[in-house]
């Protein structure tokens, strides 16, 4: 229903910042909630943030302060400023859409993932 395509990864110090960017195309008035998720090598994928349609961002608590999602409604995209960046940062930051859409009486719930995008930072 939604595809997603996140833009932005790369290599940076410590302290330095990075703008993620996800472009969301489809049925995109169908969309509940949009977040980001990250996974580092050997761990298991986690939540950044979310930020629901017409509702308040939320953050984890390790970004909290550092980062910011924020959503361009006209271009469809949705960004992940990070700040501060730390080097534990580094992970595969992934794009996720969670959305509803009716036809009559019947529901269909789904959600989207993009291919992700590699953030690096050193120290």
């Known amino acids: 229903q939604v595809q997603l395509v996140e833009s932005g990864g790369g290599l940076v110090q410590a302290g330095g910042s990075l703008r993620l960017s996800c472009a969301a195309s489809?049925?995109?008035?169908?969309?509940?909630?949009m977040g980001w998720y990250r996974q580092a090598p050997g761990k298991q994928r986690e939540l950044v943030g979310t930020i629901p349609s017409g509702g308040s961002t939320n953050y984890a608590d390790s970004v909290k302060g550092r980062f910011t999602i924020s959503r361009d409604y006209r271009k469809n995209t949705v960004y992940l400023q990070m700040n501060n960046l730390k080097p534990e940062d580094t992970a595969v930051y992934y794009c996720?859409?969670?959305?509803?859409?009716?036809?009559?009486?019947?529901?269909?719930?789904?959600?989207?993932w993009g291919q992700g995008t590699q953030v690096t930072v050193s120290s």
């Open positions: 996720h859409a969670q959305g509803v859409r009716f036809n009559g009486w019947s529901r269909n719930d789904y959600d989207s």
């Open positions: 489809g049925t995109i008035s169908s969309i509940t909630v």
